[in-house]
């Protein structure tokens, strides 16, 4: 069983930066696919960034690239999510995801029944 938990959530101002951890027991983060989504009030969950288990290549949708950044340690069995120009629409619980093997991130990165373990979220908001 892989168990996941988030930190590095905190309230910012636009145009800051937060960087936020997912930290994995039980397992090896190794192995896994890792993803981060989001999900604010009213919405459905949305998947933002993944990453293949050897963090050789990675996926963020259109509305965080070049703002978001997705990597992972599989030495220290943690994957990361940098952010940055953070905006009041990116205000959310994010939640990291973890899945074995790197099918899902070929066939479904962005969907959040392709993978089995989920962290408990960490809160982002994004106000002035």
């Known amino acids: 069983q892989l168990h996941l938990v988030e930190s590095g959530g905190a309230f910012v101002q636009p145009g800051g930066s937060l960087r936020l951890s997912c930290v994995a027991s039980g397992r090896t983060l190794e192995f896994h696919t890792i993803a981060w989504f989001r999900q604010s009030p009213g919405k459905e969950r949305e998947g933002i960034s993944c990453?293949?288990?050897?963090?050789?290549?990675?996926e963020h949708i259109d509305s965080v690239k070049g703002r978001f950044i997705m990597s992972r340690d599989n030495r220290k069995n943690t994957a990361y999510l940098e952010m940055s120009n953070l905006r009041s629409e990116d205000t959310a619980v994010y939640f990291c995801?973890?899945?074995?093997?790197?099918?899902?991130?070929?066939?479904?990165?962005?969907?959040?029944?392709?993978?089995?373990?989920w962290g408990q979220g960490t809160q982002v908001t994004v106000s002035s």
């Open positions: 995801a973890g899945a074995v093997g790197d099918r899902t991130f070929y066939r479904g990165c962005y969907r959040p029944d392709m993978y089995e373990y």
């Open positions: 990453i293949t288990s050897s963090g050789g290549g990675t």
